[in-house]
Nanobody
Framework: QVQLVESGGGEVQAGGSLRLSCAAS????????IAWFKEQEFVAGINYNG???DYGASAEGRFTISRDNAKKTVALQMDNLKPEDTAVYYC????????????????????WGQGTQVTVSS
């Protein structure tokens, strides 16, 4: 079973950057799609080998998701942050479709981290 732990949240001013990290442990990590959610809103997702990536509307053009399977980590680089980005961010894992596709449906993500707070001040 895979476990996820997020880190990297904090407080920044508008226009600043943060880099969130999701560290995985356990067996089977390489079979999972990993995604970031802002509360219940899909932000970005990456498939098992990094070959497929998808972004939600609020993240497109500002955020970049990446994956390092050797280190079992998924990062979310957040640039040009806005006050409306303020929320708790969660990473989540899904092995629906064996991790080959990126899915946006929150109900298909069965493993969740504890969340990390991002606060953007104006």
């Amino acid at each position: 079973q895979v476990q996820l732990v997020e880190s990297g949240g904090g407080e920044v001013q508008a226009g600043g950057s943060l880099r969130l990290s999701c560290a995985a442990s356990g067996v089977g990590y390489s079979d999972y799609t990993i995604a970031w959610f802002k509360e219940q809103e899909f932000v970005a997702g990456i498939n098992y080998n990094g070959g497929r990536i998808d972004y939600g509307a609020s993240a497109e053009g500002r955020f970049t998701i990446s994956r390092d399977n050797a280190k079992k980590t998924v990062a979310l680089q957040m640039d040009n942050l806005k006050p409306e980005d303020t929320a708790v961010y969660y990473c989540a894992a899904s092995n629906r479709h064996n991790g080959i596709v990126v899915i946006r449906l929150i109900k298909d993500y069965t493993i969740w981290g504890q969340g990390t707070q991002v606060t953007v001040s104006s």
